[in-house]
């Protein structure tokens, strides 16, 4: 017996050593913080109300799209109630705590979202812009068109969510000058702001995409029954609010 026990004392030695490195290994885990997003944009801080700065204009951005029937969420980089109220709409249409503080489960949310350029995962700067790849061209500077088309992006990934999650066929959005004239654009197109997308019929009806997009953020919504919409619906940012779809009930 003392013979089999001193035998035994490496092996349990051993075993001791696994299992202390397994723990100190799972607890490094366990307390790491989130992953970083990827090649866009990470949080460091949980967000509430009375916060400012880059960070929530940054998360503004993102849940621009929950705003409430008829809203537009200003992005003024400032935590205000409006802020807390779209978070809590994010945070409810993916299953998390509606609280309306935007801390660890709300960014990870964003990061499975978000591509390496910031655009959501289901939609990108080349289906926002076939006119040219550098955005120059419009009524408003290159950086400006694409950072509104960026804005754009989100709101169709709200508006995506809405509607279960099928594919939104994306069939014009930014236009310069040259490009907006050769498909007959009007002059005071939002197109040239690149914050106007027209969506084409496909998973949801061109009437459904209108009714719904009145939910995320869109100031203009223009479908069929509308002069020159009945083959899409079109949705912008314009400074006030203008809805017309009369086919639709709007």
């Known amino acids: 017996m003392p013979r089999s026990t001193a035998q035994s004392r490496p092996v349990r030695l051993l075993l001791s050593f696994v299992m202390l490195l397994s723990s100190v290994v799972l607890g490094v885990l366990a307390t790491a913080g989130p992953a970083q997003a990827d090649a866009c944009y990470t949080w460091s801080r949980t967000l509430s109300q009375g916060a400012s700065g880059a960070d929530v204009t940054a998360l503004q951005i993102r849940v621009a799209g929950y705003p409430g029937y008829g809203g537009v969420l200003a992005i003024d980089g400032s935590y205000g109630p409006a802020t807390a109220a779209a978070v809590k709409r994010f945070q409810s249409a993916y299953g998390l705590a509606a609280d309306g503080v935007a801390g660890p489960a709300t960014f990870s949310k964003i990061y499975a979202l978000q591509d390496d350029d910031c655009t959501p995962a289901h939609f990108s700067y080349a289906e926002l812009n076939t006119c040219n790849t550098t955005w120059a061209g419009g009524a408003v500077s290159a950086a400006t068109a694409k950072s509104n088309a960026l804005r754009t992006m989100w709101k169709l990934e709200a508006l995506r969510h ?89």
């Open 162 to 250: 809405a509607l279960g999650d099928a594919p939104i066929r994306v069939t014009s959005g930014f236009r310069s000058t040259a490009c907006n004239a050769a498909v007959g654009g009007a002059s005071t197109s939002r197109h040239l702001y690149g914050d106007a997308a027209d969506l084409g019929a496909g998973s949801h009806s061109l009437c459904t995409l209108a009714q719904q997009a009145r939910n995320h953020g869109f100031n203009g919504i223009l479908g069929p029954g509308y002069p020159d919409h009945n083959d899409h619906t079109h949705v912008d940012h314009r400074p006030s609010r203008y809805w017309s779809a009369p086919n639709c009930g709007i």
